[in-house]
């Protein structure tokens, strides 16, 4: 009889998946049917009616002889499985935790119900609870990949960012190539763990012309974060080529990151072509830019006409005062008094010395 409990109950799926179970009290045949009964009402949706008669019937037996305390647990787990089917999820816990309580149930069994529980207060938002009960069930089981992925989640949910990667490590093993968005745990865990380089190859390790924007734009700035704006350069002309970077944001982060990777050159072209091309604005910022790119490249010519440009544009003596001080370090003294004879005329303080060059 006891065997026809158990195999029927294991119907259930999500709770007990199991065969039969040794070394547990014989059931009566009334309270097999009675489960066995609960269970068909629970597959058809009752989930009301089989929780309150489960939880009654729970409480009727749980003071009894070893036969009605393991009744009275599998009474609980039909209490916890209306109570998730219903959506509440804190309850289905709760009769599960009172499940694990009884001793005449084996411990095979007891762990299956602790891992489920956890589960529970995890879609219930109990995460700290959840995670000593992962904790505590991985103490005697290796688990599966995805369990550690879950364990890991719940520890960066709670920002116990070092445990965190640690359960990223062990997952990592089995699953070295895991999808975009465990990619992205294991980039911000590791990250977050001061562990940068780690973060950093996850990311790029899930960088293809199907990932989000978005990860492309982290993994750049990651990069540049950890003071590789070379490889941040890289990372983002890749996103570029492949159509998933696109716009006029970022196209004008791709030139700032050229300019910061030591790349001005190539900065400054890409910010001749789309001036011209009219995918950026030809504003006073933009102008800007590109004469400071120039400057860096070192290309005189180019440079000084940059930045006559900006200087005409803004009206500011600021401006003639730095297109002033460039050409006299460049040998071109006739613009470098014009320069500052313009910044003095619009109100800058310039040393008379200086228009005095010759």
């Known amino acids: 009889m006891k065997s ?16 039969v179970l040794a070394d547990t009290p014989a059931l009566s045949g009334d309270i097999i049917a009675d489960l066995e009964r609960l269970q068909r009402e629970l597959q058809q949706g009752e989930h009301d009616s089989v929780s309150e008669r489960s939880r009654e019937q729970a409480r009727r037996f749980e003071g009894g002889n070893a036969a009605d305390r393991w009744a009275s647990a ?50 219930a938002g109990q995460v700290e609870a959840a995670v000593d009960l992962l904790e505590e069930w991985h103490s005697r089981h290796s688990g599966s990949v995805d369990d550690r992925w879950r364990l890991a ?38 990250q ?78 890409y910010m001749e072509a789309a001036l011209a091309g009219e995918t950026l604005p030809d504003t006073l910022a933009n102008r800007r830019l590109l004469a400071r790119a120039w400057e860096e490249a070192r290309d005189r010519e180019r440079a000084l006409d940059a930045w006559r440009t900006v200087a005409e544009r803004s009206d500011s003596g600021e401006d003639w005062q730095r297109l002033g001080l460039l050409a006299h370090a460049w040998g071109r003294l006739e613009l470098a008094r014009e320069a500052m004879q313009q910044a003095q005329a619009l109100g800058s303080e310039v040393d008379e010395r200086w228009l005095s060059t010759r």
Do not use: K
Not at 4 to 15: F, K, P, T
Not at 171 to 183: C, I, M, T, Y
């Open 192 to 269: 977050r763990a001061g562990r940068g380089e780690e973060a950093l190859a996850n990311l790029e390790a899930s960088l293809n012309a199907q990932a989000e924007p978005e990860a492309w734009r982290r993994a750049a700035a990651l990069a540049h974060g950890l003071g590789d704006a070379q490889r941040a350069a890289a990372i983002w002309e890749a996103g570029w080529r492949l159509g998933v970077l696109a716009g006029e944001e970022d196209l004008r982060q791709r030139i700032e990151l050229h300019l910061a990777a030591g790349t001005p050159a190539r900065a400054a072209e």
């Open 4 to 19: 026809r409990a158990v195999i029927s109950m294991a119907c259930m799926g999500w709770l007990l998946v199991t065969p």
């Open 74 to 123: 599998l009474y609980r787990q039909l209490a916890a499985g209306a109570e998730a089917g219903a959506g509440r999820h804190e309850a289905a816990a709760d009769q599960l935790r009172q499940a694990r309580r009884t001793q005449e149930a084996p411990q095979s069994q007891r762990d299956r119900w602790l891992r489920e529980e956890a589960r529970l207060r995890l879609a």
């Open 153 to 190: 989640r719940a520890l960066a949910e709670l920002e116990r960012w070092d445990e965190a990667a640690s359960w990223v490590e062990r997952a990592l093993v089995d699953d070295p190539d895991p999808g975009e968005r465990r990619q992205e745990l294991a980039a911000v865990v590791f």
